[in-house]
Structures are given as C-alpha cells and as structure tokens.
C-alpha cells in the first residue's frame, strides 16, 4: 500500500534513512538523524506543499518517496527534485519502481513541469530505476561530495512530466 506519510512515521523513516548515512555514500549526510529531527523534515516538505509518501506491508513500513524544492528563487517553481529510499534488503521486488511511479503520478496532479533526481554515480540500482521511469541524465559533476575519505561524483536525471 502507499499512502501519504505524516510525522507519525518519521521513526520508520530515520531507520531506513540512517542506514544510507551510516554504511553508504548514497546520501552525503554523515551523521545519523534523530526520529523528531526527522519529523521536522517531513513537516517542512507537507508545508511547502510537495508531496511525501511511504509504501508499506502489512503495517511495515518499507520505503519512501518524496519531492521538494529545487530553488528557492519563484522561476523554479514547477521544478521539484525528487527522492527515493527503500528498507535495506527489500530492493529488486518493484517496489522502488511502484513508490516513485506514485510520487511522479502526484507531481503531475500537482502541475509540477521537472523531476530532477540526484544520484551519487555509480549507484547502478538508483541510475536503473530512473530511467526505467523516463528519467533522462543531463548533469555529472566530478568530485563534488567527500565521504568516507573519498570524492564523490554525483549525476542529476531529469524527467518532464507533462
């Protein structure tokens, strides 16, 4: 089932996130985050509007999905970059690919123009499931982050939706 996530999830939520923070270098945060700064976060993107849902199984929570903003300044206002986490270990069973088809889906009601998708490159997996979902790469940028004393690269894909 994927529904729209409320502040109630934000425990579920952080343990799927800090996962990324502690053992990857798919998120360039380095810390782990707190359930309620969490919450905070998901307050944030529901107040400006965007969209934030969560898939779940039998009442667990397995993954989430979420839009915000990609500018601040009002010319960006119809372009939105987009994010996808999933529970490690339930990956490859479609429900990345389900989760974001709902996000996108709800972009479009909301008359949303892009989707930008940020991706630390190589990450195989998450380059797959965007363009499986139309996403075309248009940006790389070389060692742009610095994690687990490497340099990363990241790439952005870009989606119009309408």
């Known amino acids: 089932m994927i529904r729209f996530a409320t502040e109630d999830d934000a425990e579920a939520l952080v343990n799927i996130?800090?996962?990324?923070?502690?053992?990857?270098?798919?998120?360039f945060e380095e810390l782990p985050v707190t359930a309620e700064a969490f919450a905070g976060r998901i307050r944030h993107i529901l107040e400006d509007g965007y969209p934030y849902l969560v898939a779940e199984e039998d009442g667990e929570i397995l993954g989430y999905a979420y839009a915000s903003q990609f500018r601040a300044r009002v010319a960006y206002r119809f372009t939105t970059e987009t994010t996808v986490y999933l529970k490690h270990g339930v990956t490859g069973k479609g429900l990345g690919t389900a989760l974001y088809s709902a996000l996108l889906e709800e972009l479009k009601k909301r008359k949303f123009h892009v989707a930008l998708g940020g991706i630390t490159?190589?990450?195989?997996?998450?380059?797959?499931?965007?363009?499986?979902?139309?996403?075309?790469?248009?940006?790389?940028?070389?060692?742009c982050g610095f994690k687990f004393n490497q340099w990363l690269d990241v790439g952005f894909w870009e989606l119009k939706l309408e």
Do not use: M
């Open 17 to 27: 996130y800090n996962y990324y923070i502690t053992d990857t270098v798919i998120t």
């Open 121 to 143: 490159v190589p990450n195989a997996a998450s380059q797959a499931l965007h363009e499986k979902l139309g996403f075309k790469k248009i940006a790389h940028f070389s060692e």
